[in-house]
Nanobody, 116 residues
């Protein structure tokens, strides 16, 4: 069982920045492919960004390309999501996801609210 704990959410004005972090309990963190998803009120959960096990490959949703950056620090068992130029449409609960050995794990989420 892998536990994922997100932090860094909050209230920010449009145009501002936030940095989310997700710490994993997995001792061999480098085995996990990691990603971020979000869910806006009344909407389905959607993909935001992902990063490969060694951090060498990243992928982003079109809606966040050029504004968000995903990275990972394997020595700290942590994946980050740097969010810049935030828009009200970015508001939602952000979830960390980890995958290994055919299993998928989710954190409980952290709320991001972007005011106009």
């Amino acid at each position: 069982q892998v536990e994922l704990v997100e932090s860094g959410g909050g209230l920010v004005q449009a145009g501002g920045s936030l940095r989310l972090a997700c710490v994993a309990s997995e001792r061999t963190f480098s085995r996990l492919a990691m990603g971020w998803f979000r869910q806006a009120p009344g909407q389905e959960r959607e993909f935001v960004a992902s990063v490969s096990r060694n951090g060498g490959f990243t992928n982003y949703a079109d809606s966040v390309k050029g504004r968000f950056t995903i990275s990972r620090g394997n020595a700290k068992n942590t994946v980050y999501l740097q969010m810049d130029s935030l828009k009200p449409a970015d508001t939602g609960v952000y979830y960390c996801q980890g995958g290994v050995d055919g299993m998928t794990y989710w954190g409980k989420g952290t709320l991001v609210t972007v005011s106009a």
